[in-house]
């Protein structure tokens, strides 16, 4: 492509719920141009907005490789519906024809003689000519010189013209975003992370409902290796490209173990373990300035998660614990943590301090009376407050 006739390379951010909301929309936007500069913030990008739409500019001069790298990096920031990869030009309409032209000249569909059409959006009404004149005067132009028929209902190349208040913007694909709301938007989150695949793909989900997270894992140190350590922190770090400076938090929760084990409730074990995670993870949430919890549960997918023993768990704190997995099965949550990139790591083997308490029998339908009468004997509120004193963070930034 001759980058003459095509202009400078750019950026066209597609905005999706955000452009929903109401008065606050602004405060929704504010968050959402910050998160992308963070994300950007190793290229010399400059930001503007217009009508829903954020267009990022480069230098002049710039490749069409760095537009690319920039389009796919803020491909992961929540918020975006839409990212194309641009040209910008003159707002001329023999410029933007020629452009149009060029745009084409060597994709496959060109080679093929498939079905196109134009699409143009006027939005400044200044510009010579409506968007249906436009449509005609530049598939027109197409037609004439490569003879692609076209296809108003379905097209297999579409060429989109955007007129805007400085500048004409041409592209003819784009990358799909995360959609959702934009990272930090609506508060603060812990979530527990294990090394399964369940967790990683609850903490995407809810930033992408735009919680900001933190992350707790419980190691079973001293009784087991670092691994799952190390697991969760490859997680996390994957994760990061989402929200970016995310922190992972690790108890050793070995000892604890050993205790509840003692206790001699052999089938309330994975339940009472469970309940002591939540009221470590309140408290730490308490000191982070966290507002809920979040975990993997899946309604029905293990006997710590049947109806029962998820109300025992929530019974143990007073944060809300928010579920996003709660209605999908296994296949659904693996197809998702493929496609953010969790499963291969949440697949690597490692010890899972969950396995130190399997019973050979686990209880479907815990009692809370029994539940908390284990708890008074290991005077569980003073042990989860002693857990929280002993985590160790761990803090992660996209470029380390």
């Known amino acids: 492509m001759s980058m003459t006739t ?13 452009v929903l909301k109401g008065r606050n929309r602004e405060l929704f936007e504010m968050r959402l141009r910050a998160n992308i500069k963070a994300a950007l913030k190793d290229f010399p990008v400059e930001i503007r907005q217009r009508h829903g739409v954020i267009a990022l500019f ?19 920031v929540p918020g975006l519906v839409l990212i194309h990869l641009a040209w910008r030009v003159a707002k001329d309409p023999e410029v933007v024809t020629k452009a149009a032209i060029e745009l084409v000249k060597d994709s496959d569909e060109v080679a093929r003689k498939a079905h196109f059409a134009v699409r143009s959006r006027r939005r400044d009404k200044r510009f010579p000519l409506r968007s249906n004149e436009l449509d005609r005067l530049v598939g027109g132009a197409i037609n004439d010189t490569y003879g692609l028929p076209v296809s108003l209902k379905n097209p297999e190349l579409t060429v989109h013209i955007e007129v805007d208040r400085d500048e004409v913007f041409l592209f003819t694909g784009g990358i799909a975003g995360q959609g959702g709301l934009p990272v930090g938007s609506s508060g603060r989150g812990l979530v527990l992370m294990s090394g399964g695949i369940d967790s990683p793909v609850a903490a995407y989900r809810m930033m992408r409902r735009g919680l900001r997270v933190d992350f707790l894992h419980f190691s079973g140190i001293p009784f087991t290796t670092s691994e799952s350590i190390y697991k ?29 084990r003692a206790s001699g409730q052999d089938r309330l074990a994975m339940i009472a373990q469970r309940r002591l995670m939540l009221k470590t993870a309140e408290e730490v949430a308490h000191r982070i300035h966290a507002e809920a919890l979040v975990t993997g549960d899946s309604l029905g997918q293990v006997s710590s998660q049947t109806l029962t023993n998820i109300t025992a768990q929530d019974n143990a704190v007073d944060l809300p614990i928010l579920r996003p997995l709660i209605g999908l099965d296994k296949t659904e949550i693996i197809a998702e943590a493929r496609r ?17 308490l399997a019973p050979r029998s686990a209880e479907t339908r815990a009692k809370i009376e029994d539940l908390k009468l284990i708890e008074k004997r290991l005077d569980a509120e003073d042990l989860a407050s002693q857990l929280a004193d002993s985590i160790r963070p761990y803090r992660l930034d996209a470029d380390t």
Do not use: H, M
């Not at 095509?6 to 955000?18: A, I, Q, R």
């Not at 480069?58 to 992961?76: N, Q």
């Not at 953010?340 to 130190?356: A, H, K, Q, R, W």
């Open 58 to 76: 480069l230098p002049a001069g710039t490749g069409v490789e760095v537009a690319e790298a920039v389009a796919k990096r803020v491909s992961d």
């Open 340 to 356: 953010i990139g969790t499963l291969e790591i949440s697949e690597l083997p490692d010890e899972d301090c969950c396995t130190l």
């Open 6 to 18: 095509l202009g400078e390379p750019c950026v066209l951010l597609k905005l999706g719920e955000v």
């Open 232 to 260: 969760a922190y490859a997680l996390v770090r994957n994760l990061d490209k989402f929200q970016g400076k995310s922190r992972l938090w690790v108890v050793p929760f070995g000892k604890a173990q050993q205790s509840i």
